[in-house]
């Protein structure tokens, strides 16, 4: 298994931004796994910041 | 979900690429993983069940000879295509030169295109196929600066519902997953 350290190293970018891309791809394994129910759909995750551009 | 299917990922050694093969090989899931980057050949000393490759995505006949590999090699079928590659484009219109709006077309668009055309016949002959793409907000909304990117993510939303409505009828789904820039690259 690829080590968290490494992960995070590899980011180089703080803690929390590496809890949201690690979020964001659980997201999307969920998306792609899970969700049985979901098709043809753009699921939007808006955390505004785009919105500052 | 089953492991008797292949996982295929592309961009698996960008940013989020990373933080989902991780999720995904914990969950001992038969994975081919390709990135131009070469290090997602080291994907490969994590388990056995990890097929990766480095090269162009863009080059259609190469990616279906290795997907027909690496699905032999792993004596399964592939029931999943997690497409999180492609490319930030940024400039005025006038700025961006023509070839620029192609090149980030062709990343974004094209090369999921052709990947999806390289596994759908494997969905379509075991009528089951998952399909995400990592897309942008840009697909939604428009801003200054961003016309080529907003264009290719808006394009590859509208080849994501065509195929939808041409696959649906053999148990295959796809969706967009629209980040904003947080979630991928800051």
Same mark, same amino acid.
């Given at each position: +298994? *690829?080590?968290?350290?490494? !992960?995070?190293?590899?980011?180089?970018?703080?803690? @929390?931004?590496?809890?949201?891309? @690690?979020?964001?791809?659980?997201?999307?394994?969920?998306?792609?796994?899970?969700?049985? %129910?979901? #098709?043809?759909?753009?699921?939007?995750?808006? #955390?505004?910041?785009?919105?500052?551009? | 979900?089953?492991? =008797?299917?292949?996982?295929?990922?592309?961009? $698996?050694?960008?940013?989020?690429?990373?933080?989902?093969?991780?999720?995904?090989?914990? @969950?001992?899931?038969?994975?081919?993983?390709?990135?131009?980057?070469?290090?997602?050949?080291?994907?490969? =000393?994590?388990?056995?069940?990890?097929?990766?490759?480095? /090269? =162009?995505?863009?080059?259609?006949?190469? +990616?279906?000879?290795? !997907?027909?590999?690496?699905?032999?090699?792993?004596?399964?079928?592939?029931?999943? !295509?997690?497409?999180?590659?492609?490319?930030?484009?940024?400039?005025?219109?006038?700025?961006?030169? %023509?070839?620029?709006?192609? =090149?980030? /077309?062709?990343?974004?668009?094209?090369?999921?295109?052709? $990947?999806?055309?390289?596994?759908?016949?494997?969905? *379509?002959? #075991?009528?089951?196929? @998952?399909?995400?793409?990592?897309?942008?907000?840009?697909?939604?909304?428009?801003?200054?600066? /961003?016309?080529?990117?907003?264009?290719?993510?808006?394009?590859?939303? $509208? /080849? *994501?519902?065509?195929?939808?409505?041409?696959?649906?009828?053999?148990?295959?789904?796809?969706?967009?997953?629209?980040?904003?820039l947080?979630?991928q690259n800051l």
């Amino acid at each position: +298994m *690829m080590e968290d350290k490494n !992960l995070v190293d590899s980011y180089a970018l703080l803690p @929390r931004v590496f809890v949201k891309v @690690r979020e964001t791809a659980r997201l999307c394994i969920s998306v792609l796994l899970d969700y049985e %129910a979901i #098709n043809g759909q753009t699921i939007v995750i808006d #955390n505004g910041y785009s919105k500052m551009v | 979900m089953s492991s =008797d299917k292949i996982v295929v990922v592309t961009g $698996a050694c960008g940013q989020l690429g990373k933080a989902i093969v991780k999720d995904l090989s914990e @969950r001992e899931l038969p994975l081919i993983l390709i990135d131009k980057d070469k290090d997602v050949l080291n994907y490969e =000393d994590v388990n056995k069940s990890i097929l990766a490759y480095s /090269f =162009d995505a863009g080059n259609e006949e190469l +990616m279906a000879e290795i !997907l027909e590999t690496a699905s032999g090699k792993l004596g399964k079928t592939i029931g999943y !295509l997690l497409y999180c590659a492609g490319i930030m484009s940024y400039g005025s219109i006038m700025e961006e030169p %023509a070839e620029k709006y192609l =090149d980030t /077309f062709r990343q974004n668009v094209l090369n999921p295109i052709i $990947a999806t055309k390289c596994v759908l016949p494997y969905m *379509m002959k #075991n009528k089951f196929g @998952r399909i995400l793409y990592v897309s942008s907000v840009f697909s939604e909304i428009t801003r200054k600066n /961003f016309s080529s990117y907003s264009i290719s993510k808006a394009g590859l939303k $509208a /080849f *994501m519902e065509t195929t939808v409505k041409e696959y649906s009828e053999y148990n295959i789904s796809a969706n967009c997953i629209a980040l904003d820039l947080c979630g991928q690259n800051l």
